[in-house]
């Protein structure tokens, strides 16, 4: 079964004091893995895209990694701004029409 | 606007009323979803459209919940006789081609009291 985990559920850091976020997915075949920033009582923002083992993206204090079997999403010297609940989703090479998203990681950084 | 957008962005209604949410897609996006979200949750698939086809529900997708695309441009999702376990965040996504993100609205936020 297609499927998204994320951890940690949580994570507080103080402000500038980088860290990993990490989804793990297990899928028969990756056709692309997307990551989304949501805030509060706001829709997901779609943040990057990523298809294969070894690609990375970048976005001001993000940085997105792939393997084959998980990705990471690192900030560095995060701002208090960087505070949102971070999701990860998956769509399966087999089923273009199909995304499957994790529960996420709910950020929060300490001024 | 180029962005998905979603009307309500609340309701409030009563336990056995029928509410009706509205979604309106980035234009040329021809493949709508609709995801029921809860409070620590991911969006959880509802239903989706390729233009005006509705193309597969999920099982969480009740015979009190029915969704329409006429014309294939805007979407409305209609739960009748609605149930305190309804209460959720609603949200639409669309998606162009070729078939990659997803961009979502803002959300309806239903409480149902």
Redesign the interface.
């Known amino acids: 079964e297609d499927q ?1 985990t994320q951890s940690p ?1 949580a994570l507080r850091l103080q402000e500038g004091e980088s860290s990993s976020l990490n989804c793990s997915y297990t899928v028969s075949g990756l056709r ?1 893995l ?1 990551w ?1 920033r949501q805030d509060p ?6 943040l990057f ?1 990523l298809y294969s083992a070894g690609e990375e993206k970048e976005k001001e204090r993000l940085k997105a990694t792939l393997t084959k079997k998980e990705s990471f999403l690192h900030i560095t010297a995060p701002k208090p701004e960087d505070s949102a609940t971070y ?1 990860c ?1 998956v ?1 399966p090479r087999e089923r ?4 499957i ?4 990681t709910r950020l929060h950084i300490l001024p | 606007d180029t962005g ?1 957008s ?1 009307n309500p962005r609340h309701k409030i209604t009563k336990r056995g009323q029928n509410v009706t949410f509205r979604c309106d897609p980035i234009s040329e996006h021809n ?1 709508l ?1 609709w995801y029921r979200q809860t409070l ?6 509802l239903t ?1 459209f ?1 233009n005006e086809a509705q ?2 529900k999920s099982r969480l997708l009740s015979d009190r919940f029915s969704a329409e695309r006429p014309k294939g441009s805007f979407s409305t999702l209609e739960i009748q006789r609605t149930e305190q376990g309804d209460s959720a ?1 609603y ?1 639409c ?1 669309s998606m162009g081609t070729p ?9 309806t ?1 239903l409480t149902v009291t």
């Open positions: 998204v559920e692309g997307f989304y009582g706001k829709g997901p923002e779609f895209t999701l989703a769509q273009d029409d199909k995304i998203f994790g529960k996420g | 998905v979603q493949r979803y620590g949750q991911g969006p959880e698939f989706y390729q193309l597969e965040m949200l996504a078939l990659r993100e997803q961009y979502f609205g803002p959300g936020r």
